[in-house]
């Protein structure tokens, strides 16, 4: 079976520091990979996507990015984070089935930046 | 431009009665839509989806119904039950690797 593992959980950062957030998924390959987050009481908010390594499309434009250095490892990094980079962030990787793309996603990080 | 949206922020039900979510589009080039629940900490899990050329899919305990005329979809949960408290999302796809969330509706489950 498939499993989505994402860390840390919950993390605390100053502003100006820099971000590394970690997915990786096994028991399936070249997983299509997602990075969304989600700020308090709001939906979800597509920040990147991965179709295969080395390839990123962003979503929105911000003080993030992205990269893919494996087939199963989706990386969310930052040289400085700002106070508006605070928010929840899942991972997620997807499947098609029956035509529909579903989502699986992983536990989240919580991030406060201060 | 794409959005989806939902009418109510928060649902409060009795355990036992019925649960409709409703939630809003305005892409007509939707291909699909999906509904989502998350709960507390944790990401959201996929409950059920629906194709653009549906009007009704049931699954365990939830129904979808979507009526393109008006834009419209909802999440019928029977018999709702406590383990049922969450953040419900719709969330709509054009075919392609981009989902759209909406801001989702808050469930809760009075016992």
């Known amino acids: 079976s498939q499993t989505i593992h994402q860390w840390p959980a919950t993390l605390v950062q100053p502003v100006g520091s820099p971000l590394s957030l970690e997915c990786t998924v096994e028991?399936?390959?070249?997983?299509?990979l997602y990075w969304y987050r989600q700020a308090a009481g709001r939906g979800l908010q597509l920040l990147f996507y991965?179709?295969?390594?080395?390839?990123i499309s962003s979503e929105v434009p911000q003080n993030l990015s992205a990269s893919r250095p494996q087939d199963r490892q989706f990386i969310l990094s930052s040289k400085k984070l700002l106070l508006s980079d605070s928010g929840f962030y899942l991972c997620?990787?997807?499947?098609?089935?029956?035509?529909?793309?579903?989502?699986?996603f992983g536990s989240g990080t919580q991030l406060s930046v201060l | 431009g794409e959005s989806v949206g939902l009418h109510l922020p928060t649902l409060s039900v009795q355990e036992g009665d019925n649960s409709i979510i409703n939630c809003a589009y305005s892409?007509?080039?939707?291909?699909?839509f999906i509904w989502y629940k998350q709960e507390s900490g944790k990401g959201p899990q996929f409950i059920i989806d629906?194709?653009?050329?549906?009007d009704k899919r049931q699954g365990q305990r939830v129904t979808v119904l979507l009526n393109k005329t008006v834009k419209h979809l909802s999440l019928q949960i029977a018999a709702t039950q406590p383990g049922d408290s969450a953040v419900y999302f719709c969330?709509?796809?054009?075919?392609?690797?981009?989902?759209?969330f909406g801001a989702g509706t808050r469930l809760f489950v009075k016992a």
């Open positions: 969330a709509e796809n054009t075919g392609g690797f981009k989902t759209i």
């Open positions: 997620a990787w997807s499947r098609r089935q029956g035509g529909v793309e579903k989502l699986f």
């Open positions: 991965s179709v295969g390594i080395g390839q």
């Open positions: 629906i194709r653009s050329n549906m």
């Open positions: 028991g399936t390959s070249n997983p299509n």
């Open positions: 892409n007509s080039a939707s291909d699909y």
